[in-house]
T-cell receptor, first 113, second 113 residues
Framework: GEDVEQSLFLSVREGDSSVINCTYT??????LYWYKQEPGAGLQLLTY???NMDMKQDQRLTVLLNKKDKHLSLRIADTQTGDSAIYFC?????????????WGLGTSLAVNP | NAGVTQTPKFRILKIGQSMTLQCAQD?????MYWYRQDPGMGLKLIYY???????DKGEVPNGYNVSRSTTEDFPLRLELAAPSQTSVYFC????????????FGEGSWLTVV
């Protein structure tokens, strides 16, 4: 069945780069998303990538998509303590249908000063 | 600058009680969603709505009901609360069901004892 997998925890030092990985199973997925959840708050969209792209960069964020391996990664450059949060990967099969979004369990990023 | 507003933020219910989680959005979004988030689990879609007067079940609808009498409001009703409904509930909205950003409320922490 459809599934999205992420590692549950990642710990980095402030100033280092963080790489959060995600694998998905539905090859028809057209959009893949990264959402951020800060403690006690709702999820906020960080970025998304369309399946015909390999890479997308937005300031400190770089998203890499390997469609052959169904692997998505989020790289955060110069990680700051404010980046500590849970990061959710989500895939959207069925041509970008939000009703069918499949969510990973989230990766908890801890940034140590 | 309200976005998606959920109330209450915290609630303790006794088994068998009923309650309604309120959700309102001021962005004129057509689509609205209710998710639950259990510890160590990804988001699960409870119900969604594609417009006023239209609702449909998500992955985990049992024990819940919704209504969408206006574009702005999408309340979630829990009838006969059970301990299995202890969770964090997120309301969300999006302009349409495609790739547009989903905006989340801050969450409602519900404990059933």
């Amino acid at each position: 069945g459809e599934d999205v997998e992420q590692s549950l925890f990642l710990s980095v030092r402030e100033g280092d780069s963080s790489v959060i990985n995600c694998t998905y199973t539905d090859s028809s997925s057209t959009y893949l998303y990264w959402y951020k959840q800060e403690p006690g708050a709702g999820l906020q969209l960080l970025t998304y990538i369309f399946s015909n792209m390999d890479m997308k960069q937005d300031q400190r964020l770089t998203v890499l998509l390997n469609k052959k391996d169904k692997h998505l990664s989020l790289r955060i450059a110069d990680t700051q303590t404010g980046d500590s949060a849970i990061y959710f990967c989500a895939e959207s099969p069925n041509a970008g249908n939000n009703r069918k979004l499949i969510w990973g369990l989230g990766t908890s990023l801890a940034v140590n000063p | 600058n309200a976005g998606v507003t959920q109330t209450p933020k915290f609630r303790i219910l006794k088994i068998g009680q009923s309650m309604t989680l309120q959700c309102a959005q001021d962005m004129n979004h057509n689509y609205m969603y209710w998710y639950r988030q259990d510890p160590g689990m990804g988001l699960k879609l409870i119900y969604y709505s594609v417009g006023a007067g239209i609702t449909d079940k998500g992955e985990v609808p049992n024990g819940y009901n919704v209504s969408r009498s206006t574009t702005e409001d999408f309340p979630l009703r829990l009838e006969l609360a059970a301990p299995s409904q202890t969770s964090v509930y997120f309301c969300a909205s999006s302009y349409d069901g495609g790739r547009n950003t989903i905006y989340f409320g801050e969450g409602s922490w519900l404990t059933v004892v």
